[in-house]
Antibody, heavy 119, light 110 residues
Framework: EVQLVESGGGLVQPGGSLRLSCAASGFTFSHYDMHWVRQAPGKGLEWVSAIGTSGDTYYSGSVKGRFAISRDTAKDSLYLQMDSLRADDTAVYYC?????????????WGQGALVTVSS | QSVVTQPPSASGTPGQRVTISCSGGTSNIGSSSVHWYQQFPGTAPKLLIYSNDQRPSGVPDRFSGSKSGTSASLAISGLQSEDEADYYCATWDDSLNGWVFGGGTKLTVL
């Protein structure tokens, strides 16, 4: 059974840093691109970042230069280092697996980790 | 404001057929597949439709998807009370070089 479990969320002051983790199991982690998607309270979904199987990285304009995605295939884990955090980064952060068939799509999601940026 | 737009709300009575639209442009829906996600309050999104019209295993055939040009639609037939949830479309955007989601549609079963 595919499982994605996020951890590391919490309360942080504006300008602070936080590192999210996503532990993967039930599939060959190294074979899949992985993503972070966030959802601000009462708002819709927003794609944040992606990392390919070769370690290539991609970011949305709203987090580029402040967030860094990485992965450790030995630990089957995905990470999101978040620096210079702002109030509008407050959200539930989901990790998601990208699958492919005739196109690419997110097929499994974690339960989410809440990040609150507030003084 | 998302580059892909959905109506904020939709509603129907049990047994009815409802559709939710997802409208974009040539750099997103017009050139990429559309996927749909269902989300209940306090839970993670769940894949409902992928590659425009494909249902993952376990998704009832009451749910169907379609795409034409720069728009896509999710149809739910035989509406049930347990279908009350938020629905999001998603696609790749070539101009933004990233994934985009519609703003979401809250479906109410009257």
């Amino acid at each position: 059974e595919v499982q994605l479990v996020e951890s590391g969320g919490g309360l942080v002051q504006p300008g602070g840093s936080l590192r999210l983790s996503c532990a993967a199991s039930g599939f060959t982690f190294s074979h899949y691109d992985m993503h972070w998607v966030r959802q601000a309270p009462g708002k819709g979904l927003e794609w944040v970042s992606a990392i390919g199987t070769s370690g290539d990285t991609y970011y949305s304009g709203s987090v580029k230069g402040r967030f860094a995605i990485s992965r450790d295939t030995a630990k089957d884990s995905l990470y999101l280092q978040m620096d210079s955090l702002r109030a509008d980064d407050t959200a539930v952060y989901y990790c998601a697996r990208e699958n492919w068939g005739s196109s690419y799509y997110f097929d499994y999601w974690g339960q989410g980790a809440l990040v609150t940026v507030s003084s | 404001q998302s580059v892909v737009t959905q109506p904020p709300s939709a509603s129907g009575t049990p047994g009815q057929r409802v559709t939710i639209s997802c409208s974009g442009g040539t750099s997103n829906i017009g050139s990429s597949s559309v996927h749909w996600y269902q989300q209940f309050p306090g839970t993670a999104p769940k894949l409902l439709i992928y590659s425009n019209d494909q249902r993952p295993s376990g998704v009832p055939d009451r749910f169907s998807g379609s795409k034409s040009g720069t728009s896509a639609s999710l149809a739910i037939s035989g509406l049930q009370s347990e279908d009350e949830a938020d629905y999001y479309c998603a696609t790749w955007d070539d101009s933004l070089n990233g994934w985009v989601f519609g703003g979401g549609t809250k479906l109410t079963v009257l």
